[in-house]
């Protein structure tokens, strides 16, 4: 069975930095496409940052220069280093697996900047 765990986040001030991981289990990790999700309170859940199992890397420009999306295939884990992090960055930030016949998400963790 396929399962994601978040970890990682917390109240942080603003510019500060912030490191989420992702660990997965019950599937071949290095084949699948992972990314990393927010929903902030009132609005729709958002894109931040995705990565292939090539190692390609896409963001959103919100966070383009700021957020980087890593993977680690032998720990099965996939991360997001979350630098000069504003009050707008507040969200609960979900992982997400992406095989053929499903998406697969974490609990999420969520992550909180304000002074």
């Known amino acids: 069975q396929v399962q994601l765990v978040e970890s990682g986040g917390g109240l942080v001030q603003p510019g500060g930095p912030l490191r989420l991981s992702c660990v997965t289990s019950?599937?071949?990790?290095?084949?699948?496409?992972m990314g990393w999700y927010r929903q902030a309170p009132g609005k729709q859940r958002e894109l931040v940052a995705t990565?292939?199992?090539?190692?390609?890397?896409n963001y959103a420009d919100s966070v383009k220069g700021r957020f980087t999306i890593s993977r680690d295939n032998a720990k099965n884990t996939v991360y997001l280093q979350m630098n000069s992090l504003k009050p707008e960055d507040t969200a609960v930030y979900y992982c997400k697996q992406g095989l053929i016949t499903r998406d697969y998400w974490g609990q999420g963790t969520q992550v909180t900047v304000s002074s």
């Open positions: 990565i292939s199992s090539g190692g390609s890397t």
């Open positions: 019950g599937s071949i990790f290095r084949l699948n496409n």
